[in-house]
T-cell receptor, first 115, second 109 residues
Framework: ETGVTQTPRHLVMGMTNKKSLKCEQH?????MYWYKQSAKKPLELMFV???????ENNSVPSRFSPECPNSSHLFLHLHTLQPEDSALYLC??????????????FGAGTRLSVL | RKEVEQDPGPFNVPEGATVAFNCTYS??????FFWYRQDCRKEPKLLMS???SGNEDGRFTAQLNRASQYISLLIRDSKLSDSATYLC??????????FGSGTRLQVQP
């Protein structure tokens, strides 16, 4: 609907599992983002990619590993997560990542539960 | 102090009411401002950008006050479908957007 597609929509994983979240945008944008949204907390920016280069990394634990193979695709690889990592993970894209071009369009998110 | 602060609400208003939300931001160098709307268990969606001169889109009016460092959103003639969380969003220089925690609006019949 927004041109940003996330899969899977729901994911349940154990603490020893390895899984990946996928995001794809069909808007011709050059910047992509991962956010974490926990209950009753603001959106927390995790990573920003601009033209496939990581330009921002907000002190995210190494158990989260992003990958941006091209400007249309963004992955978040997960391993040895903790129960407190359970949250809604949102992907977004924008035309650019500096002001005037940074209106962001979000995917529907992946609701992650870590057992 | 949080970079972007909003009253979490909830604001419970009857249909047809006018409701206003404020949002304050801490960095005077902030340059771009937006209101996003997020429905329960859905992704945020852009509602409107906020310009220095203020802007209106149907029943929605956004204002920016740089001197006091706040932005506002006014909703006239509230509809049941306006029930959502409204996120105040600020862009500071060469950084990605900073989101407020959101203000929850519940419009009641």
């Amino acid at each position: 609907e927004t041109g940003v597609t996330q899969t899977p929509r729901h994911l349940v994983m154990g603490m020893t599992n390895k899984k990946s979240l996928k995001c794809e945008q069909h808007l011709g944008h050059n910047a992509m983002y991962w956010y974490k949204q926990s209950a009753k907390k603001p959106l927390e920016l995790m990573f920003v990619y601009s033209l496939e280069e990581r330009v921002e990394n907000n002190s995210v634990p190494s158990r989260f590993s992003p990958e941006c193979p091209n400007s249309s695709h963004l992955f978040l690889h997960l391993h040895t997560l903790q129960p407190e990592d359970s949250a809604l993970y949102l992907c977004a894209s924008s035309q650019g990542w500096r002001e005037t071009k940074n209106i962001q369009y979000f995917g529907a998110g992946t609701r992650l539960s870590v057992l | 102090r949080k970079e972007v602060e909003q009253d979490p609400g909830p604001f419970n208003v009857p249909e047809g009411a006018t409701v206003a939300f404020n949002c304050t931001y801490s960095n005077s160098a902030s340059q771009s401002f937006f209101w996003y709307r997020q429905d329960c268990r859905k992704e945020p969606k852009l509602l409107m950008s906020v310009y220095s001169s203020g802007n209106e889109d149907g029943r929605f009016t956004a204002q920016l006050n740089r001197a006091s460092q706040y932005i506002s959103l006014l909703i006239r003639d509230s509809k049941l479908s306006d029930s959502a969380t409204y996120l105040c969003v600020v862009s500071v220089g060469r950084r990605a957007l900073t989101f407020g925690s959101g203000t929850r609006l519940q419009v009641q019949p």
